[in-house]
C-alpha cells in the first residue's frame, strides 16, 4: 500500500505522515506538489522515519503517481453525488486485504485546507470517510493517516490484543 499526498501545505504534516507510516508499518511514501522545506521541518517531526522521507518518490500530478496502481482509494469527509463507493476506514482496510496478494493499491489524501479536488476524486475508484464529530469534523492531515494505516494494521492482523485484568 503507498501513501499519496497531494498538495500538502506545510513539511510538518510530511514529516508526521513518516513518522505515522514507519508506525504502522507502511513504507511507501508518494508525494504530489510537495512544498519545499527549507526549515527542516519534515525531517523533524518524522522523528526516527527519516528512510521514508529519503525514499519518498515525487510526482508533478495524481494521474502520474498512480500510474501502476490496481487500487486507488481518496479521502474524503465530503459526501454527495460525486462521492462514491464511500467507506469506512475499517471497511477499507478489510475489503483491500485480499486485494493487494495480487495487485498494489494507493491511499490518497488531499491538502489540508481543501482535501482532494473533484480532478484527484475522478482518479480514486473507491473512497474513505473517517467520522468525526459535526462541531469539528476536519482532521489534521497526519491524523487521518494515522487512523488509514492503523486499520490496515489491523486487517493484516498485526497488534495482539493487550491483556485485561
Do not use: W
Not at 465530503?78 to 482496510?93: E, I, K, Y
Amino acid at each position: 500500500v503507498s501513501i499519496i499526498l497531494v498538495d500538502t501545505k506545510t513539511p510538518a504534516n510530511i514529516g508526521a505522515t513518516a513518522r505515522c507510516m514507519m508506525n504502522m508499518g507502511l513504507s511507501r511514501l508518494m508525494l504530489v506538489n510537495p512544498p519545499s522545506d527549507k526549515n527542516g521541518d519534515a525531517l523533524r517531526l518524522a522523528a526516527g522515519a527519516d528512510r521514508i522521507l529519503e525514499r519518498a518518490l515525487v510526482y508533478s500530478s495524481l494521474a502520474e503517481a498512480v500510474v501502476g496502481q490496481g487500487l486507488v482509494i481518496g479521502t474524503s469527509r465530503q459526501t454527495g453525488r460525486q462521492r462514491r463507493n464511500v467507506l469506512s476506514p475499517r471497511t477499507m482496510a478489510q475489503n483491500i486485504r485480499p486485494y493487494l496478494a495480487r495487485n498494489n493499491a494507493a491511499i490518497v489524501f488531499g491538502n489540508e485546507v481543501n482535501g482532494l479536488e473533484l480532478r484527484d476524486v475522478a482518479l480514486c475508484q473507491e473512497l474513505v470517510s473517517i467520522p468525526s464529530a459535526e462541531a469539528f469534523p476536519s482532521l489534521n492531515l497526519s491524523h487521518a493517516v494515522m487512523i488509514v494505516a492503523y486499520e490496515l494494521f489491523v486487517a493484516a492482523g498485526f497488534p495482539s490484543a493487550p491483556s485485561v485484568r
